[in-house]
């Protein structure tokens, strides 16, 4: 999907996270969006956005983790991205940008221990997840994003939200670093009832 250039860093993140949609989706011929993103509510540690693709509106929300274990400056910001596109039929579409190339099953490289006392390289499976209180949901990388694996548990993630206080990624590099991202949930629920307010139908 081809964006309008913006100078915001919010703007220049959700192009990318539009284009990843349509990518995975992969339900429409490209378009494009219209309209450069507008900040219209903040609600705890969750932001609003709209924008406009062609005469069809959107509705984003936004957020940036309270932490990343271990904190690496190198890394590009992470977000947590909530998309509501009407027109297109997308209710409540989760995704998470990492900042960094997710590794898939099979290319995340552990340090082990052999016989003869030597470090070597093993190859482990590691599957990347995201936690709200004592529910566990298994993510699927795509580049530096992460989407929830069975789609039709988005609607589950979204509840678990509304009740949490807290949201944890864990995913790994394909470099072979693993990272933990905790996010505050606190205002999602006014931030995401906004959105569907704004967004509504499809």
């Known amino acids: 999907m081809k964006l309008a250039a913006s100078l915001l860093a919010c ?11 349509a990518a995975r989706r992969d339900k429409e011929k490209t378009k494009e969006v219209s309209s450069k993103p ?8 969750w932001k609003v956005y709209h924008t406009s693709s062609g005469k069809s509106k959107i509705c984003y929300l936004l957020s940036e983790p309270k932490s990343r274990e271990p ?9 947590a991205f909530i998309s509501e596109r009407p027109a297109e039929h997308v209710r409540n579409e989760i995704s998470f940008v990492m900042g960094f190339d ?63 206080s807290d949201l944890v990624i864990k995913a790994a590099a394909r470099k072979g670093h693993r990272t933990t991202d905790t996010y505050s949930l606190s205002g999602f629920s006014q931030a ?11």
Not at 11 to 21: E, Y
Request: glycine share 12%.
């Open 38 to 45: 507008a900040l219209v509510g903040a609600y705890g540690d």
């Open 192 to 202: 995401i009832d906004k959105a569907l307010k704004d967004c509504p139908g499809g």
């Open 71 to 79: 904190d690496d400056p190198k890394l590009a910001k992470a977000y």
């Open 102 to 164: 997710v590794a898939v099953s099979g290319e995340v490289k552990e340090k082990k221990h052999e016989k003869r006392g030597k470090k070597g390289e093993a190859q482990a499976a590691f599957v990347p997840t995201v936690t709200i209180g004592d529910a566990t949901f298994d993510l699927a990388p795509k580049g530096s994003d992460l989407w929830i694996k069975n789609p039709a548990e988005e609607g589950k993630v979204i509840d678990e939200m509304r009740k949490g």
């Open 11 to 21: 703007a220049v993140f959700i192009a990318g996270a539009v284009d990843a949609s």
